[in-house]
């Protein structure tokens, strides 16, 4: 069919969730058809509310929790393939796989169980929202967005290899948008080994057996050869989403299968910036080597994550330089100068004027008192000769000088010899007098203290 080839996509293949917009979300049983469970149905524990959708695989119903009232998805197999072991015991591995993996970001599976009819199902958490091929159906994502949605993908897929366990069928329909109250939807990858497991041929985007396994619009060159894949198979589908988020397009449309394959095969993947020019060119690589021919060119699930990483720190810079720069960018890039501004500039210039002839007369002013400061040294030396260290020399002495004041006038003609003794004589006295005569006992012999340091400089002059 063209339309599923050429970009007009369904809803999906096999729904695990609930939708408000789409085929899928037709809470109803579908015509009484054979083998569908009617409302009220008991499967395990929950009770069915009613269809939800149906694909390749067989039909998913909505059920709830008599007792509890949680709210689950029971996928059903079809009655076809319930009586192929080969298709049983994939079915089985697939609950075994996401169980096995236990990661938020990968629809969980939490029971298992086979109908009276002998159909097997599972039982998993149901989703409210919209898959991702829905949304970019609906409008273009803004690439802050792309970037995000894209790094829980690797995420989750790096879970799965690290578990030894390949999706084989990536798509933007296996690739669930929860919605989170208060939050942004929740990225949730769906349908691990699905690829192995239908045998529709109704459809060339849908998912297919036989010598070409998955799903012709993401398909690996190795898977489309129908040889043995590896997780790199799962990086080359990467690629071709990450290709379809940023342009809208599929990287190879056809109007068929085979020349899509062919595409996959032989055809150089397009530029990511032939579409989109303003993309960062290191995104348009990364997205050039996930679609590298040869697996073994492919970057790494860590290369491809630490390189949308970078590519977001990127554009925040971006944004932040032109959030916080915008008013001068604008009035750089707005062209020649017009005669509003010339105006503008002309009414602006006496002031100018005026702080320019403020400045000079300030530098003037420094000027002129640096050379006034500058001829002022000759005055200084004088008072440098009245300095500190004269007076600091007899200051030192003056403790015994008052102590020879007192008996400087009594023996006038006899030398110092006696005035040696009653140095101690008079600073015994001096210090019991302070405390037991009256106080103006000290001042007295202060005051005189103070004048002979005056008359000592005259008396040697």
Do not use: W
Not at 42 to 64: F, I, P, Q, R, W
Not at 281 to 292: F, G, H, S, V
Not at 373 to 389: E, G, N
């Amino acid at each position: 069919m063209i339309d599923a080839v050429g970009g007009n996509r369904s809803l999906g293949t096999d729904p695990t969730m609930s939708s408000e917009s789409g085929s899928k979300a037709t809470p109803s049983v579908a015509n009484g058809a054979p083998g569908d469970l009617e409302p009220g149905t008991l499967v395990g524990e929950y009770c069915v509310d009613g269809l939800l959708g149906k694909g390749g695989m067989g039909k998913v119903y909505s059920a709830t929790h008599p007792l509890i009232g949680k709210r689950a998805a029971i996928k059903v197999l079809h009655p076809a393939l319930s009586v192929d072991p080969d298709a049983v015991e994939r079915f089985v591995q697939e609950a075994r796989a996401v169980n096995q993996i236990g990661h938020p970001n990968i629809v969980d599976i939490f029971a298992f169980g086979t109908l009276p009819d002998g159909r097997c199902y599972f039982v998993m958490e149901q989703l409210r929202g919209e898959s991702l091929a829905a949304r970019i159906d609906r409008e273009a994502l803004p690439l802050e967005d792309v970037l995000s949605i894209l790094d829980t993908i690797a995420i989750a897929l790096d879970a799965a290899h690290r578990k030894g366990i390949v999706h084989r069928d990536l798509k933007p329909d296996n690739v669930f948008l929860a919605e989170v109250e208060g939050a942004k939807p929740a990225v949730k990858l769906l349908d691990f080994g699905i690829a192995k497991l239908t045998g529709s041929d109704s459809g060339t985007k849908r998912t297919q057996t036989g010598n070409v396994m998955g799903t012709p619009a993401y398909i690996s060159p190795e898977q489309a050869r129908g040889q043995g894949v590896d997780h790199r198979t799962d990086l080359y589908a990467f690629g071709a989403v990450a290709y379809e988020l940023l342009t809208g397009d599929l990287v190879f449309p056809a109007t068929n299968a085979a020349d899509m394959l062919a595409h996959h095969l032989f055809k150089a993947p397009p530029s990511v910036r032939e579409r989109r020019p303003e993309i960062d060119p290191e995104l348009d690589a990364l997205i050039t080597n996930l679609l590298a021919k040869d697996a073994n060119d492919r970057p790494t699930l860590d290369q491809a994550r630490e390189q949308l990483r970078a590519c977001r720190a990127r554009m925040h810079q971006r944004m932040a330089l032109h959030e916080g720069g915008h008013t001068e960018p604008v009035i750089m890039v707005t062209g020649p100068l017009t005669a509003p501004s010339m105006e503008t500039a002309e009414r602006r210039s006496p002031r100018i004027l005026f702080v320019a002839a403020a400045g000079v007369v300030a530098l003037a002013a420094i000027i002129a008192f640096l050379l006034l400061r500058k001829d002022a040294p000759p005055t200084p030396p004088p008072a440098a000769t009245i300095t500190a260290p004269p007076p600091a020399e007899p200051l030192t002495p003056a403790p015994p000088a008052p102590a020879a004041v007192a008996p400087a006038p009594a023996p006038a003609a006899t030398p110092a010899a006696p005035a040696e003794p009653a140095v101690p004589a008079t600073t015994v006295t001096a210090k019991p007098a302070p405390a037991r005569p009256s106080k103006p006992a000290p001042p007295k012999p202060a005051k005189p203290a103070k004048p002979k340091p005056t008359d000592d400089p005259d008396a040697p002059m």
